[in-house]
């Protein structure tokens, strides 16, 4: 294995006094040494002892310097003002909070989209340059600028999921290779367990249900994960939708499979389906929100009092209105595999608003109304009453922390003893 750079220029330094000052017939073994060493052909050797530690004046684009060999370069500083000062910090995070701590991929079509929404409910005063810079400042450069401020927290929680055996042979299984519809309407359904880490069935359950095309997601908090809950919630949810459900894949848990979901579905006319057995791929859209938006405004502590469910109620009423509306996402186009080495491509980010307004499927008076719902909405005014639901939500669950731990430690002791 070869010197490094770092390696060579030390014994440069050490053999270029020695070549400059030895005779002609020694300095031949010195540059068969150097060379051996080194690896450098022997006429660029040669230069290079003989050179090093002498002033050469070069000559680039008519300037003359005076170079010194194997003198360590001074950096200088960028002389190029900096296009994004502390002035545009502020606004960015300001920007940034709002949308909820996204990437800057999705934060810069946030800032493009939301920006000028903002400055009409005058939630952010800015002037014609600064404003300007913010709608054309790049994911990379936000990145750079709000590294500082990004904070990463890798929690998971428990799955509570338990199979549900009957009627599956009436229910015919989908994978994710072929759920490729591309019509508003096909969605998948999850639920997600509040119970703070200590499995139980009598806590709170969020049913999120996500429309593949689209992206478009409704939440809703359930008393329990009990079968009567969940259909009232796929009843409302159904009556707030922009477009008619044509299609439900669930997972294989029992609060799903059962004959009440499945004469549901086929009153409605809706095509049930059901994913894999411990494949969480093949519900994949549904499985990623279940974390961007669920986990990331409620947490993973234990909700079970119906203070609680109120204030979930409140906060997914609130939610569902920034998500769809304002926070874009990137859809998965192509996925190539060379190799070891596999390439994804994803679509120009967009929020599942635009994506229904741009589809054919889509009515003209459904189009209108939601641009007309989404004239009145303030993001800001959004994610503060989020916030604020946040908080009180979490005061709650924090209360009783203590008492979940206690309930913790008494499980360790008695599968200990």
């Known amino acids: ?3 490094t750079m770092n390696e060579r220029k030390a014994v440069t330094r050490q053999q270029a006094p020695r070549y400059q000052q030895a005779r002609k017939k020694d300095r031949g073994r010195i540059l068969d ?11 660029y050797a040669a230069f290079v002892l003989r050179n090093w530690g002498r002033k050469r004046i070069l000559t680039m684009h008519g300037i003359r310097t005076i170079y010194v060999f194997g003198q360590q370069r001074k950096r200088t500083a960028s002389q190029r003002p900096r296009r994004y000062d502390h002035r545009m910090i502020a606004p960015l995070k300001f920007l940034w909070a709002v949308s909820g701590g996204l990437c800057g991929k999705r934060l810069a079509v946030f800032i493009r989209t939301t920006l000028p929404v903002l400055q009409r409910f005058e939630e952010l005063p800015l002037d014609p340059e600064r404003c300007q810079k913010l709608l054309s400042v790049s994911p990379a450069t936000i990145d750079r600028l709000l590294a500082p401020e990004r904070k990463k927290l890798q929690i998971k929680g428990r799955a509570t999921t338990k199979p549900g055996t009957l009627l599956k042979h009436h229910i ?12 508003p309407g096909f969605v998948e359904i999850d639920l997600v367990a509040h119970d703070g880490g200590i499995p139980a069935s009598d806590v ?3 049913l999120d249900l996500t429309d593949v095309a689209t992206g478009w997601t409704e939440t809703r908090a359930l008393k329990t994960k009990a079968q009567r809950w969940v259909l009232q919630a796929l009843a409302d949810i159904k009556e707030q939708l922009p477009f008619p459900i044509k299609g439900i894949d669930c997972d294989n848990g029992g609060e799903f499979i059962n004959a009440e979901l499945f004469r549901y579905c086929q009153q409605h006319r809706i095509t049930f389906t059901r994913s894999r057995p411990y494949r969480k791929n093949d519900s994949c859209f549904v499985e990623e929100k279940n974390y961007s ?7 993973y502590f234990r909700y079970d009092s119906d203070e609680e469910l109120h204030l979930l109620e409140q906060l997914y009423c609130a939610l569902r209105l920034f998500t769809n509306f304002f926070l874009p996402v990137m859809k998965l186009t192509t996925k190539t595999r060379n190799g070891s080495k596999v390439k994804k491509t994803y679509d120009t980010p967009t929020t599942p608003y635009q994506r229904l307004l741009l589809h054919p499927d889509i009515s003209k008076d459904t189009k209108r109304r939601l641009r007309t719902q989404y004239r009145q909405l303030n993001p800001a ?6 916030s604020q639901l946040q908080e009180k939500l979490f005061t709650l669950a924090q209360a ?8 913790r430690s008494h499980l360790f002791s008695k599968v200990l003893t």
């Not at 040494?33 to 006429?43: I, K, P, Q, V, W």
């Not at 015919?172 to 019509?183: K, L, M």
């Not at 009783?400 to 309930?407: A, D, F, G, L, P």
């Open 204 to 206: 709170i359950h969020t």
């Open 1 to 3: 294995m070869g010197l």
């Open 33 to 43: 040494e150097f060379t051996a060493l080194t690896g450098y052909n022997r006429s």
């Open 172 to 183: 015919p299984i989908r994978t994710f290779a072929e759920w490729n519809e591309q019509t």
């Open 293 to 299: 938006i669920v986990r990331k405004a409620v947490g």
């Open 400 to 407: 009783k922390q203590s008492t979940v731990s206690k309930q």
């Open 381 to 386: 005014e959004l994610r503060r009453q989020i």
